[in-house]
Nanobody, 123 residues
Framework: QVQLVESGGGLVQPGGSLRLSCAAS????????MGWYRQAPGKERDLVATITRGGITNYRDSVKGRFTISRDTAKNTVYLQMNSLKPEDTAVYYC?????????????????WGQGTQVTVSS
């Protein structure tokens, strides 16, 4: 019913940049919020950045000033511009969407996840 498709991951050297994209498709009524989370081996999945329907952003402290989250509402797409990348940014990055969807004739709010995209920062 709902699909989140991610792209843009890869291998970069420290100090380099990457831009991640995530496009939502399906029968959802509207996007309440979208965000990016990351998970390194042996660690929990942690918040990186989020953006609400109204455009309010929130960032993990360690990425403030380096990462920028944005969205194109017409394309149902969220982006994460990552600059000045560090080895500790290495992780699988997951797109998340908080969506209003149909449940029969009623609506509900549900969480959806993308497939994940690998970001590796190494020299």
């Amino acid at each position: 019913q709902v699909q989140l498709v991610e792209s843009g991951g890869g291998l970069v050297q420290p100090g380099g940049s990457l831009r991640l994209s995530c496009a939502a498709s399906g029968s959802f009524i509207r996007i309440n919020a979208m965000g990016w989370y990351r998970q390194a081996p042996g660690k929990e999945r942690d918040l990186v950045a989020t953006i609400t329907r109204g455009g309010i952003t929130n960032y993990r402290d360690s990425v403030k000033g380096r990462f920028t989250i944005s969205r194109d509402t017409a394309k149902n797409t969220v982006y994460l511009q990552m600059n000045s990348l560090k080895p500790e940014d290495t992780a699988v990055y997951y797109c998340n969407a908080d969506l209003m969807t149909w449940q029969g004739s009623r609506t509900r709010t549900s969480d959806y996840w993308g497939q994940g995209t690998q970001v590796t920062v190494s020299s």
